[in-house]
């Protein structure tokens, strides 16, 4: 059971290059999310999905694209990568139902430089 | 405003000592859930403990537990008998709402340094 994970762990993208973050979980969770970090600001929510085929927009989701054809995955794709996407950022998701404490699982965190 | 404050940048504590770490939240939904995680160095960010808005008595996880002080929108967490280990950066995070999948809304976090 590994949990959440995130491909790949660091990057390093000239302006204007594109790529795309996987995320992975196999816990079954319907929801995923992803959040970038950056020095002092905590942690963000760029998109959410609340199940396979649908996604939503978070607090900061300009220059992001996302993707969940299935279940277990979550893509964050950066079209055209600017300077102001250096970040950390990081995948989460929760299962379907509250049960108490509603914990989201958090992966490693892939560490994103545009130079 | 901020839905979530953390007023402390950074926080001192010697070894065993116990130590507290300041969350103020804004929200006007009854039902909502508190959260604390833990960064270390090496990034990962770790569960520590929850707090249900309706949750009659204060959580507790081992040496963590949750001071809620609902009337004042405070969640504030206390680590006691403070450990090296617990050096890190440490979040507040709220779930407004009592739907599952609801995203969390971070504080920017208190920097803890825990000398021997």
């Known amino acids: 059971n590994a949990g959440v994970t995130q491909t790949p762990k660091f990057r390093v993208l000239k302006t204007g290059q594109s790529m795309t973050l996987l995320c992975a979980q196999d816990m079954n969770h319907e929801y995923m999310y992803w959040y970038r970090q950056d020095p002092g600001m905590g942690l963000r929510l760029i998109h959410y999905?609340?199940?396979?085929?649908?996604?939503a927009k978070g607090e900061v989701p300009d220059g992001y694209n996302v993707s969940r054809l299935k279940k277990q995955n979550f893509l964050l794709g950066l079209e055209s990568a600017a300077p102001s996407q250096t970040s950390v950022y990081f995948c989460?998701?929760?299962?379907?139902?509250?049960?108490?404490?509603?914990?989201?699982?958090f992966g490693p965190g892939t560490r994103l430089t545009v130079l | 405003a901020q839905k979530i404050t953390q007023t402390q940048p950074g926080m001192f504590v010697q070894e065993k000592e116990a130590v507290t770490l300041d969350c103020t939240y804004d929200?006007?939904?009854?039902?909502?859930?508190l959260f604390w995680y833990k960064q270390p160095s090496s990034g990962e960010m770790i569960f520590l403990i929850y707090q249900g808005s309706y949750d009659q008595q204060n959580a507790t996880e081992g040496r963590y537990s949750l001071n809620f002080q609902k009337a004042r929108k405070s969640a504030n967490l206390v680590i006691s008998a403070s450990q090296l280990g617990d050096s890190a950066m440490y979040f507040c995070?709220?779930?407004?709402?009592?739907?599952?999948?609801?995203?969390?809304?971070f504080g920017k976090g208190t920097t803890l340094s825990v000398s021997s």
């Open positions: 999905s609340v199940g396979e085929g649908t996604t």
């Open positions: 995070a709220m779930r407004e709402g009592n739907q599952a999948g609801t995203a969390l809304i």
């Open positions: 989460a998701s929760s299962p379907l139902f509250l049960a108490g404490k509603d914990e989201q699982f």
């Open positions: 929200t006007s939904d009854p039902s909502y859930g």
